[in-house]
């Protein structure tokens, strides 16, 4: 083939690959979110309006929105949760936000999917501490809701399959595009100052991004906490172990999802890390055998705040009024 063939041909594969397409992607490890597709626009608000409600709880007081306060990225900010009669929750409540992004739900995955998940909260005696069948009779007691699950699932009897696939549906739009990050991964090379961009390379090259990286900059594997050096803690928890009931599981968790990570403080599956800072240093320390400066430090939290994206944003759901039907809460059972 002579040179000029050669050329042209090569001219043709480039431009096919670059026709049509959007601008080119930066080849990073962390990739953008984008903005949620809305299928079933109806089924997302009655999720949101479950989400808020909480008569989905034995107290009456206790909504998912409690604990994952969407004004507050998705998270409670406390070490662990506060449930049913104060009780003290065994772990840190990770954040709604892009959890539809996860590869499975919970910090040892025991949940495989968003609706799986949704069950959970509702039943559980130190969370919301009703149960399926009373959460039922609640809402089949209030008409306005009798209608709205008549009108998206087409039925006359409200089920708790269709409760926690509304909130799913609901938490699949709970993703939080645009982020600086973001835009400049998608080539506005002035979104992020020259500290942050620093931050980000030292991010690169000592070896988070082995575990935090895709579109959540984490979410998509389950990691041991402290390979180079063993984490201290006091919490119970024991990883994936719970689940796979392998050794090797042990003290395996889900890696968090960084993005927002600015918001939903405090850091860790025990909450024991108050600050950004605070987490990066053990991170270098235990998972890469690596003491950051104070200066490096700080750059790859700079870093880190411009992962927070666009939070959610709506009207605030108005719940229909309970009826003379409508089982009574029981705050202080
Ligand atoms: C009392 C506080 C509390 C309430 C109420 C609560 N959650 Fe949670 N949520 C948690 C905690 C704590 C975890 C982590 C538990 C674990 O990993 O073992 C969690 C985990 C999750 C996760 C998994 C996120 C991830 O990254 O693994 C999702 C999704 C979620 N909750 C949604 C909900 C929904 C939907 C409701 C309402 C039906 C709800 N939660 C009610 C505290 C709460
Ligand atoms: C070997 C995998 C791995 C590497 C490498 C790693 N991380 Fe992590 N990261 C995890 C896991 C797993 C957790 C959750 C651990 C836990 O709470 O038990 C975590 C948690 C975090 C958290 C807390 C997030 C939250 O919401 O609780 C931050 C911040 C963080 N990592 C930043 C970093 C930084 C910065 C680096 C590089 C210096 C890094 N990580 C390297 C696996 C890793």
């Known amino acids: ?23 080119a992607l930066a080849a990073e490890p962390i990739q953008p979110i984008e903005p949620a597709k809305i ?60 959890s539809s992004l996860n590869v499975a739900q919970f910090w040892d995955g025991r949940a495989l999917t968003l609706q ?6 509702i039943a559980n005696p130190g969370e919301m501490a009703s149960t399926h069948a009373l959460a039922i009779s609640v809402l089949q007691s209030i008409p306005a809701y009798v209608a709205e699950f008549k009108a998206v699932f087409g ?16 938490e699949e739009t709970l993703v939080t595009p645009n982020s600086r990050f973001d835009k400049w991964l998608k080539g506005d090379k002035g979104a992020l100052t020259n500290a942050e961009l620093e ?27 402290g390979v180079v050096e063993p984490y201290q803690s006091t919490s119970p928890a024991e990883g994936r ?13 889900k890696v968090p999802t960084l993005r927002n990570v600015e918001m939903t403080y405090p850091y860790f599956h025990d909450g024991e890390a108050a600050t950004l800072t605070q987490a990066v240093d053990t991170m270098g320390r235990i998972q890469l055998g690596r003491k950051f400066t104070e200066a490096e430090n700080a750059k790859i939290v700079a870093f880190l705040k411009t992962l927070t994206g666009d939070q959610p944003d709506f009207k605030l759901p ?5 009826t003379d039907a409508t089982p009574r809460p029981r705050p202080f059972d």
């Open 199 to 225: 931050g980000y390379e030292l991010f690169k090259d000592s070896g988070c991004t082995a575990c935090h990286n895709g579109s959540a900059a984490g979410g998509n594997t389950f990691q041991k906490m």
């Open 1 to 23: 083939m002579s040179k000029r063939v050669a050329l042209s041909v090569l001219a043709g594969i480039v431009l096919a690959s670059s026709a049509g397409s959007a601008p």
């Open 241 to 253: 172990v719970a689940v796979t009931k392998e050794e090797a599981d042990r003290f395996n968790f």
């Open 116 to 121: 799986d998940q949704a069950g959970g909260p």
């Open 39 to 98: 299928m079933s626009p109806g089924m997302v608000e009655l999720g949101k309006k479950l989400f808020f409600d909480p008569r989905l709880s034995k107290s009456g007081f206790i909504s998912c929105n409690s604990c994952h306060n969407l004004s507050m990225g998705g998270s409670d900010n406390l070490k662990t949760s506060i449930g049913h009669n104060w009780q003290q929750g065994p772990i840190n409540a990770p954040t709604v936000l892009n």
């Open 155 to 170: 039925r006359e009897t409200v089920t708790i399959a269709e409760v926690t696939q509304a909130i799913a549906a609901f």
């Open 318 to 322: 108005i719940l229909p009024p309970s």
